[in-house]
């Protein structure tokens, strides 16, 4: 895990709000005893996560697609390239909407703002060095070299965030 003591707090502020706002029947299904804790999220998302992420095209519809999510400090981050018609959406209207569901298991659903990184940045030293523990023993020396040739990044500041787990078989 990367987060810090502030950052689990702020996620289990995030977690407990989203809940509290949510509907009658999200309350009904996404129960205390089904929802994660802070500390559970970060545990349940480590490396790479497959993410279906939903932009708003020009014309107003949600745009889906699946993207890889890297869970650090807290929050969804993704990647593609800086012409990909999500980043041309998102420098448009940043709103997005990203869900990681492998089974009924475990869901985790956030709604918020896309924020553009630049992850050459010394700000972002600590998710860049995230990004090549993943990627470079998986594809090898030249995903740096691809990062470092512009691969554009964006991290999900969650406005909210609906979390959900039961054993698997239940």
């Given at each position: ?77 993704f ?54 523990s993943?990627?470079?023993p ?33």
């Amino acid at each position: 895990m990367y987060e810090t003591d502030d950052d689990l707090a702020a996620l289990q502020d995030l977690i407990e709000r989203s809940a509290a706002a949510g509907g009658r029947h999200l309350k009904d299904v996404l129960t205390k005893d089904h929802r994660l804790s802070a500390e559970a999220v970060c545990s349940a998302l480590p490396g790479m996560s497959l993410l279906v992420l939903a932009t708003v095209s020009s014309d107003g519809r949600p745009i889906a697609a699946p993207v890889d999510g890297i869970f650090y400090r807290g929050a969804f981050h993704f990647g593609s390239a800086p012409d990909s018609l999500r980043f041309r959406h998102i420098r448009r209207n940043p709103h997005v909407s990203a869900s990681h569901l492998p089974g009924e298991h475990l869901q985790v659903t956030v709604h918020g703002t896309a924020m553009l990184i630049d992850v050459l940045s010394d700000e972002h030293a600590g998710f860049r060095e995230h990004l090549l523990s993943i990627y470079v023993p998986r594809y090898g020396e030249g995903w740096a070299s691809m990062l470092e040739s512009g691969a554009q990044y964006a991290r999900i500041d969650a406005e909210r965030m609906f979390t959900f787990w039961m054993p698997e078989g239940a």
